[in-house]
């Protein structure tokens, strides 16, 4: 099983910026892909980024391309979600998941998740 927390949600300026993490508690979580998710009140989960085994590869929603980079360390079994120039539609809840299908991984195939950390962006 892999157990993920998600921190360092919170609220931010239009304009600003705000770094998530997602700690992970599992021995191989080098084998794992991770990925970032948000949902906004009222809509659905949508997928953010997400980024290969080892960091080498990511690949991004055309929505937060350019403003948000996804890295990870491996050796603190860490996934980090860097959100530059916030807007006000970026408010939701961030959800870091991880899948052990082999890159490029599908977007349906994340099956474990973590319970979420709340960013709300004012305008």
């Known amino acids: 099983q892999v157990q993920l927390v998600e921190s360092g949600g919170g609220l931010v300026q239009a304009g600003g910026s705000l770094r998530l993490s997602c700690s992970a508690s599992?021995?191989?979580?080098?084998?794992?892909?991770m990925g970032w998710f948000r949902q906004a009140p009222g809509k659905e989960r949508e997928f953010v980024g997400c980024i290969s085994r080892i960091g080498r590869s990511t690949y991004y929603a055309d929505s937060v391309k350019g403003r948000f980079t996804i890295s990870r360390d491996n050796a603190k079994n860490t996934v980090y979600l860097l959100m530059n120039t916030l807007k006000p539609e970026d408010t939701a809840v961030y959800y870091c998941a991880a899948t052990a299908a082999t890159w490029p991984v599908r977007i349906d195939t994340f099956d474990y998740w973590g319970k979420g950390t709340l960013v709300t962006v004012s305008s």
């Open positions: 599992v021995r191989t979580f080098i084998t794992f892909a």
